[in-house]
């Protein structure tokens, strides 16, 4: 129900169900075409191209909530580091800590801190890498469907014009003219494929190079050293004295 099928292909009543820009839209009617020319000749490998580039783009609002959220992480990592949103990031702590204390247990909570602040830029920068990855491979896919969707709707009306215009009676079109029109459909079709199958293996290529991008920034992060839980010193009360006191000492009797 809410489809229609030209040739055994199913053009859907929603064509845009992601809320896509005009030019992304998927051209159902012009893939129909094709795919029933294709058909019609035998070249049935034209289906199997087309469906290729209509699952290229997939859900591309996935992309975007997935890059997203790494690019979250990265601006929470660094106001945590050096407070960019209310001035109170790791590196103002330390200040504040040997500003205002001294002890075993301030030396403990600093040397933790330092820990944070050697460790914390580290992840942000595989963070960020990621993020790119994530994103210059998305506008590669964007790119490269755009280009592949133009391919469909250029030879359809190349396919339409051959066969007179008659979309709908294309079947029977092909069949004139003692089959010079078949002929000339199948060069039309494998011109198709030749351009198609360029932009697929582009993708394929960066998508393969990607992986292998990946495994190099998957690789820094696990080097990583995260630091244990903070020292029981940090949390001693009797090893904080106030630099500059101004009564006793804290986990002293007043």
Do not use: C
Not at 65 to 86: F, K, N, P, R, Y
Not at 153 to 174: D, H, R
């Amino acid at each position: 129900m809410g489809t229609k099928t030209r040739e055994g292909y199913p053009i859907p009543a929603d064509r845009n169900p992601y809320g896509l820009p005009a030019e992304m839209v998927f051209p159902y009617d012009q893939a129909a075409t094709l795919v029933t020319a294709a058909q019609r000749v035998h070249y049935t490998v034209v289906r199997e191209q087309i469906e290729l580039i209509r699952k290229m783009l997939g859900n591309p609002n996935d992309v975007s909530t997935v890059l997203g959220a790494w690019q979250t992480a990265i601006s929470e990592l660094t106001m945590s580091v050096d407070g960019s949103d209310d001035g109170n990031g790791l590196s103002t702590a330390r200040a504040s800590v040997n500003a205002r204390w001294n002890g075993s247990a301030k030396d403990a909570a600093v040397e933790y801190l330092d820990l944070l602040l050697d460790m914390t830029p580290k992840q942000r920068s595989v963070m960020k890498e990621i993020a790119d990855a994530i994103n210059n491979f998305s506008a590669l896919v964007t790119q490269n469907y755009a280009t592949a969707i133009a391919h469909i709707s250029k030879y359809a009306a190349i396919v339409a014009e051959l066969a007179g215009g008659l979309f709908e009676e294309l079947k029977e079109a092909i069949t004139l003219n003692g089959g010079s029109i078949e002929t000339k459909i199948l060069e039309a079709l494998g011109q198709f494929m030749e351009e198609t199958g360029k932009v697929i293996e582009s993708v394929i290529t960066y998508k393969n190079n990607l992986a292998g991008t990946m495994d190099g920034i998957i690789t820094r992060a696990g080097e990583i050293a995260v630091p244990a839980a903070i020292a029981p010193d940090a949390l001693d009360t009797t090893g904080w004295q106030p630099r500059n006191p101004t009564g006793p000492n804290r986990g002293t009797p007043s």
